[in-house]
């Protein structure tokens, strides 16, 4: 009836199957997420360096923020900084690992 081979064989593509249909999506997504990662602290890097460029320039520039309003600029740069975060949170949109790319 059943012979050892048979069950060997079973047992391999059962094998075969479950690597398939787990350990290749999580290499994937694993991929998917380290170059997220990647991404996410060049933006955040690359946002920080604006913001500093934007407070040095209102400080460096010769409007009217001496005396009592020397916190003007620190204002502005955050009031910036405010809206490149919801500008940001704007533009995410919810995907998934399989759809192969951003939904538009």
Do not use: C
């Not at 391999?12 to 290499?27: A, F």
């Not at 991404?39 to 604006?50: N, P, T, V, Y």
């Not at 009031?79 to 919801?86: A, H, P, T």
């Amino acid at each position: 009836m059943f012979r050892v081979s048979h069950i060997s064989e079973t047992f391999d593509l059962v094998v075969q199957y479950i690597k398939q249909e787990t350990v290749e999506p999580l290499r994937g997504a694993g991929r998917w997420l380290g170059f997220g990662l990647v991404a996410a602290h060049a933006i955040i890097l690359a946002s920080l360096f604006l913001l500093l460029g934007v407070l040095r320039l209102l400080q460096s520039a010769s409007l009217p923020f001496g005396g009592g309003w020397s916190w003007a600029p620190y204002l502005i740069t955050a009031v910036v900084g405010i809206l490149l975060v919801v500008w940001s949170l704007s533009r995410i949109n919810k995907g998934s690992l399989n759809s192969g790319g951003a939904r538009g």
